[in-house]
């Protein structure tokens, strides 16, 4: 059973960093892709970022973190971080963490329905 659970999240000053981490087990994060997604109410979910499984396929979505976010792998503690540089009000929402295997684990993406293993979510909120 592929199971995820984020954490790190909190309030935070505009301008100021978080680190999210994104804990796996049931698998050895490396065999895995991990997306980073975020929702406020009532809009969908967007993709963030995401760390595919093998090779360092990542990617960044372009309006909403590239440049300020960064993503890494820990495969010693079978973890993912993503780390938020110089957050902005907008920011703000509950963060997820997915996860997925599979062949097509190899290819990054941050599309939600690509993956079937969701974290409960942790909030992000910006403000002074």
């Known amino acids: 059973q592929l199971l995820v659970v984020e954490s790190g999240g909190g309030l935070v000053e505009p301008g100021g960093s978080l680190r999210l981490s994104c804990v796996v087990s049931?698998?050895?994060?490396?065999?895995?892709?991990v997306g980073w997604f975020r929702q406020t109410p009532g809009k969908e979910r967007e993709g963030v970022a995401c760390f595919s499984a093998g090779d360092y396929d990542i990617k960044f979505v372009e309006d909403v973190g590239k440049g300020r976010f960064a993503i890494s792998r820990d495969n010693a503690k079978n973890t993912v971080h993503l780390q938020m540089n110089s957050l902005k009000p907008g920011d703000t929402a509950v963060y997820y963490c997915?996860?997925?295997?599979?062949?097509?684990?190899?290819?990054?993406?941050?599309?939600?329905?690509?993956?079937?293993?969701w974290g409960q979510g942790t909030q992000v909120t910006v403000s002074s």
């Open positions: 997915a996860a997925d295997w599979g062949p097509e684990a190899s290819i990054c993406t941050v599309v939600p329905g690509r993956y079937h293993y």
């Open positions: 049931g698998f050895a994060v490396d065999r895995v892709a």
